[in-house]
């Protein structure tokens, strides 16, 4: 069975979603690891109003298929925080992203996945709009 295949199946076994909305897959990504690699694809829920919203993120290593609402549950990670620190200035936002950019590229050396998908999220918080205030 193939990469694609193993990643596609978990759809068919996974909750129904609305009725309105179709299933939308992001590129599969292959992530080295130590004595393996790892392939993760992302799946969207696509509704006929408004726009796609995560649905899950599969990740295949080896024989094994997992799935998690967002990479750093996948990875083992505790749900990231609901906070972000509130950025007031242009300069606020760069040294904020900058600072979780770093985060990102130390947790990247260091193998740390669930540290990379926090940070990861976190960096999606602040960028997204009205996520600096």
């Known amino acids: 069975m193939s990469v694609l295949e193993r990643l596609h199946g978990i759809d068919s076994s996974s909750n129904g979603s609305a009725r309105d909305a179709s299933v939308a897959r992001g590129p599969i990504r292959a992530i080295p690891l130590a004595g393996a690699i790892a392939f993760a694809q992302p799946a969207y829920s696509w509704r006929t109003q408004g726009p796609p ?3 899950h993120v599969a990740l295949l290593v080896n024989d094994t298929v997992r799935v998690a609402p967002t990479l750093a549950e996948l990875a083992g990670a505790a749900p990231p925080s609901t906070s972000v620190l509130p950025a007031t200035t242009p300069a ?6 900058a600072t979780l950019y770093a985060r990102m590229r130390d947790a990247l ?6 540290a990379f998908g926090q940070a990861f999220d976190e960096l999606g918080k602040l960028l997204a709009p009205g996520g600096a205030r």
């Open 92 to 97: 606020d936002v760069r040294t904020r992203a």
């Open 109 to 114: 050396r260091r193998g740390d996945w669930a």
């Open 53 to 55: 919203t995560l649905l």
